[in-house]
């Protein structure tokens, strides 16, 4: 046997050893369970030496990628099959966090699709084999016309690999599959590479929370970092406003006609002096039932809890919680009262 074969032999022994080995954690009966656990356990072990393979490369590809989008240059992601799955979910994940990427279909792109890459362009490359034909074909004009390659590749003697600026290596011992063949370890791995290497650029970049809930105005998120405590709140004809002076009555007429829960007390220069709740009002009609007539000021809270009508409506939601309190008056710099807030109001706004 020659040398080349006896490597070629070794290589295809250790290969079949991993598939029985894989095959015998799998032979469990019906236990699914086990089974899965199995498969979870293979993908984690992978990628565990998958971060211990992370080094000097990974920051050259941060860098990279960094400079690129400083200069208003997108990056652009590609792969074939299941890394083109792979490359859609990170060229989103890239797009939510303010870094622009495209999706290039290998496929379309010789046939005009090209066009999207501009001159200074990053390239996101990945393919487990480095080999693949439609990619392979690709990469002279992404040469010509890109200013950077990064491979995501299992194979670094590859084509691709040869050919990229940076490469970074995605290789696993074993597939989840137990045949060793439908790529499950080596796409898990392509994935969380994709999604560290998106999270570190973001930090790099000094994004923020405010930044990503401007790119998710809809989301939950957005909402909470977008929404001011002054766009929710009751206010106008939507307040209940009463002196500490007035009557209980008069405070329940003002809750009646404003659909509130809680009549806010002023003085004459609006200025807060205390909040009277139907909790409130609860309370003092168990004590007596003749209350109408006595004065708010004998039945308010004094000092209640406020907050600034410029702080995020999230706030409001903390300080609701925290003191287990349904309504919060939202005063202006000089104490003045300028709103309103009820927890209904919150769940309208679907704050939380």
């Not at 000097?56 to 997108?74: C, D, V, W, Y």
């Not at 999207?116 to 693949?132: H, I, M, P, Q, W």
Request: charged share 20%.
């Amino acid at each position: 046997m020659t040398q080349n074969g006896g490597l070629h032999l070794a290589i295809w022994l250790t290969s079949a050893l991993k598939c029985l080995q894989f095959v015998e954690r799998m032979k469990m009966g019906n236990d699914f369970v086990a089974m899965a656990k199995a498969v979870l356990r293979t993908e984690i072990d992978e990628l565990h030496r998958l971060s211990d393979r992370i080094g000097p490369e990974f920051t050259q590809a941060i860098n990279i990628l960094k400079k690129r989008l400083e200069e208003r240059r997108k990056i652009i992601v590609l792969g074939i099959g299941k890394s083109e799955n792979i490359a859609t979910k990170i060229a989103a994940t890239l797009n939510s966090t303010g870094a622009s990427a495209v999706l290039l279909s290998c496929q379309n792109a010789l046939h005009g699709d090209l066009g999207v890459v501009s001159e200074g362009d990053s390239v996101l490359a990945l393919s487990y084999s480095g080999e693949t034909s439609e990619l392979l074909n690709l990469l002279p004009h992404l040469k010509q016309r890109a200013a950077s390659i990064i491979a995501f590749t299992g194979k670094l003697d590859s084509t691709l690999a040869a050919n990229s600026d940076v490469v970074l290596d995605i290789s696993v011992e074993t597939e989840a599959c137990p045949l060793n063949l439908a790529p499950t370890s080596s796409s898990t791995n392509m994935l969380a590479l994709g999604d560290a290497l998106a999270m570190v650029l973001l930090q790099s970049r000094g994004f923020k929370a405010e930044d990503f809930a401007q790119l998710h105005p809809s989301g939950n998120l957005g909402r909470q970092l977008l929404i001011r405590v002054t766009d929710i709140m009751r206010q106008g004809d939507q307040l209940a406003r009463v002196q500490p002076s007035d009557t209980v009555a008069t405070a329940l007429t003002a809750m009646k006609q404003c659909k509130a829960g809680a009549v806010v007390a002023t003085n004459e220069q609006g200025q807060l002096q205390g909040i009277f709740t139907h909790g409130d009002f609860v309370r003092a009609y168990e004590k007596d039932r003749n209350i109408a007539d006595h004065l708010i000021r004998d039945h308010m809270t004094a000092n209640p809890v406020t907050v600034q009508g410029d702080k995020l409506a999230a706030e409001a939601v903390i300080e609701l919680g925290k003191n287990r309190i349904d309504e919060i008056v939202v005063i202006d710099a000089k104490q003045k009262v300028v709103g309103l807030v009820d927890v209904q109001d919150l769940s309208r706004a679907r704050i939380f």
